[in-house]
DNA sequence: CTTGACATACGAATTCGTTAGTACTATTCT
DNA sequence: AGAATAGTACTAACGAATTCGTATGTCAAG
């Protein structure tokens, strides 16, 4: 089978990392963490997350009268699914430019470009 | 209701990328260009461009019958805004995670890893 | 001067993302 | 038992994004 669209519309997303955070959650688990962010009702969180196992994101299962759902792929493989519909939008699919804006953008900290930096010169010397 | 997009959209991004390449255009230009990759009518480019002009991305001047379009915006300015928007809405700010994944997904070519090694390596020392 | 080419203006249909109300069912509390 | 509570199913609605048709105006060639 086909795997479903790998990006999450902004809401969706919103309800997969909850999910993912917490690992088995309720409607009312999202529900409620939902709420500390924003005004939002019960009900629409249903309709979002029946879409999402629709979709194929979330699983569900009946305990006792509520279902409890889990996410049906890992976060680093949803993610990554993401970056690449990303890339292939904005950037024709070539990350180079997308990594060289991250770096002269200074939107990270010192001390994590040097730690990635490590990590390239271990990845590319590792590889050949 | 959806929330209007604070960036550009697809199709709009797509406009957006041919104007940015040849700098002055007409609908006419833009519509030819677009024919290439797929069908589309005349009058959706214009539609969409008269959006991108209310929504500040486009300028218009009028040039004999027809109206001559140019980029409101350099390229390099409107890509970081979408680059902010998509770490914002994904990884919560945080830019870090992001170039983890470019660097561990084997997304790029070695040589330019190496490149923008060089480059990070250059970046942290000069600044400090 | 009429016709054809080409431009814009206007509006309308369709799909999708998002939000939420109402009806109904099942469980729990008094 | 009857009322309150908590869950789902179904439906509706709205705005945004996308698409394109029709009406209309203008200019130039025959």
Redesign the pocket.
Known sequence: MRPKSPTL????LEIMKIVWQLGSV???DVYEALLVE???????V???M??LEEKGHLK?RRQ????VYHAAQPQNTVIRGMIREFVDRVFNGSAEPLLLHLVRDRRIREKDLEKIARMIQEETTGRR
Request: hydrophobic share 30%.
């Open positions: 519309t902004p809401q969706e309720t409607v009312r924003r005004r939002i009702a019960y009900t629409t249903m309709t979002m029946k879409i569900k006792d009268r509520a279902y």
